[in-house]
């Protein structure tokens, strides 16, 4: 058996449109945000095997943020990063999952803003 611990999957700058904020101009126009995913999980079966039953389908939650975001109305930051939180921890072989978002342009003289949350999974 191979030393090997866990396999971190990082989805890096997925760009998005969602309406984000709660200013009456940001509730009613797409905005950008670009996130940031890593996602653990023990990957000694699926590098033992090759097998892609045995690894975690990372584009199956990339579809899955992508629906959530595309399709949400969101006030908080903190609530659309917590939303996908939720969507990357799903799967029962997560043991941890970390996820930023930054809204570009969200304050002036700044590239963005961004907020990130953490989760260890039991």
């Not at 939650?61 to 006030?75: P, R, S, T, Y």
């Not at 939303?83 to 809204?103: G, Q, Y």
Request: glycine letters at 2%.
């Amino acid at each position: 058996m191979p030393s090997v611990s866990n396999a971190i999957i990082r989805i890096k700058n997925l760009r998005l449109r969602t309406y984000i904020g709660f200013n009456p101009e940001e509730r009613e126009k797409l905005q950008d945000v670009v996130i940031n995913i890593e996602i653990h999980y023990p990957a000694v079966k699926a590098a033992m095997s090759d097998d892609v039953e045995k690894a975690l389908n990372y584009k199956v939650v990339c579809k899955e943020i992508i629906q959530h975001v595309e399709e949400g109305h969101f006030l908080l930051l903190e609530k659309l990063v917590a939303d996908v939180l939720e969507i990357a921890t799903d799967h029962p072989w997560v043991t941890f999952a970390s996820v930023t978002i930054d809204k570009p342009h969200a304050l002036r003289f700044a590239d963005s803003v961004s907020l990130t949350l953490e989760k260890y999974c039991s």
